[in-house]
């Protein structure tokens, strides 16, 4: 069973940084596009990153561009956001998501049905 699994989320003063990883199980991520998703409550899921299969190409969000990294070590099968400069605004769950295996390239990767496995969320929250 494919399977992503998030961790590093936590409380974080504003302007803290926090580093979310995704690690998978039952497939290798080291060839897949993977997408950073994110839900606060009441507001729909939104697209925060993506990074193309090779790692060369990455896309951010309006709302996080200079303050979010995406990046991947593919001898260890992770992707991380590092995530810098954190707001209040940031506070919500973060889902990390891949494309199926056949894509390269994130294309049009901020909506949610362009990807195919997700992992269960992890809560970050911005607050003093």
């Known amino acids: 069973q494919l399977q992503l699994v998030e961790s590093g989320g936590d409380l974080v003063q504003p302007g803290g940084s926090l580093r979310l990883t995704c690690v998978a199980s039952?497939?290798?991520?080291?060839?897949?596009?993977i997408g950073w998703f994110r839900q606060a409550p009441g507001k729909e899921r939104e697209g925060v990153s993506c990074i193309s299969s090779s790692g060369t190409s990455t896309h951010y969000a309006d709302s996080v561009q200079g303050r979010f990294t995406i990046s991947r070590d593919k001898a260890k099968n992770t992707v991380y956001l590092q995530m810098n400069s954190l707001k209040p605004e940031d506070t919500a769950i973060y889902y990390c998501t891949a494309k199926s295996m056949d894509r390269r390239l994130c294309g049009n990767w901020n909506s949610s049905s362009a990807f195919q496995s997700w992992g269960q969320g992890i809560q970050v929250t911005v607050s003093s």
């Open positions: 039952g497939f290798t991520l080291r060839d897949s596009v």
